[in-house]
């Protein structure tokens, strides 16, 4: 299994409340992905990163911010966590042109 | 609206039976995935399709890639409850971001 460990695996936080997820890697892979997966709608990219400090953004932004300060880690952080942010989140890695491996995913409640 | 679209949403068969599953877009990939994914785990890759027209084989699973490169089919032959998953594509557009589909859920009984 690619080296990819998510924390917390679960979580529980209150409306307008700010939750960090962590994304850490042991592969040295360049790629890395915060992606959120909800009923009917797939995998939906939030942020990706393509180097220490060089972030972008993807289709589901709004809301969520990240970070990169070693190759190692990803932070996803959502400022004042909103029920529409209860989700799955999966953190995925790769180099370029080949497969993402994912981690095991973090269960997120915002009641 | 989603870029990828997948069918059926969801099947149920029998232990045997042969299935097919389908990820159609209107747009062009440069190439497409195929993942399946457990309940409690991420997906795991199954297959890379790149040229179109392109064919794979794993095992009892064929996967083809169309023509124009816009869509993609997943066959599997004699279905076993091992094959129990959801099954997402994913194209890739600028060679590295993918854009998923919504996944196939399959239930195969013994």
């Known amino acids: 299994d690619a080296g990819i460990t998510q924390s917390p695996r679960h979580k529980v936080t209150e409306t307008g409340t700010p939750v960090t997820l962590r994304c850490h890697q042991t592969e040295n892979h360049r790629y890395m992905y915060w992606y959120r997966q909800d009923p009917g709608h797939g995998l939906r990219l939030i942020h990706y990163?393509?180097?220490?400090?060089?972030?972008d953004k993807g289709e589901v932004s709004d809301g969520y911010s990240v970070s990169r300060s070693k190759t190692e880690d990803f932070l996803l952080t959502l400022e004042s966590a909103t029920s529409s942010q209860t989700s799955v989140y999966f953190c995925a890695i790769s180099e370029l042109y080949s497969e993402a491996f994912f981690g095991q995913g973090t269960r997120l409640t915002v009641v | 609206t989603q870029l990828l679209e997948q069918s059926p949403q969801f099947l149920s068969i029998q232990e045997g039976e042969n299935l097919t599953v389908y990820c159609n877009s209107s747009s062009v990939f440069s190439s497409l995935q195929w993942y399946r994914q457990e309940p409690g785990e991420g997906p795991v890759l199954l297959v890379t399709?790149?040229?179109?027209?392109e064919v794979k084989k794993l095992k009892r699973l064929t996967f083809q890639f169309g023509d124009a490169r816009k869509d993609s089919s997943l066959h599997i032959t004699a279905a076993q409850p091992g094959d129990t998953g959801l099954y997402l594509c994913a194209g890739a557009r600028d060679g590295q971001n993918f854009v998923f589909g919504p996944g196939t859920r399959l239930s195969v009984l013994p």
């Open positions: 399709v790149v040229t179109g027209g």
């Open positions: 990163s393509y180097g220490v400090k060089d972030t």
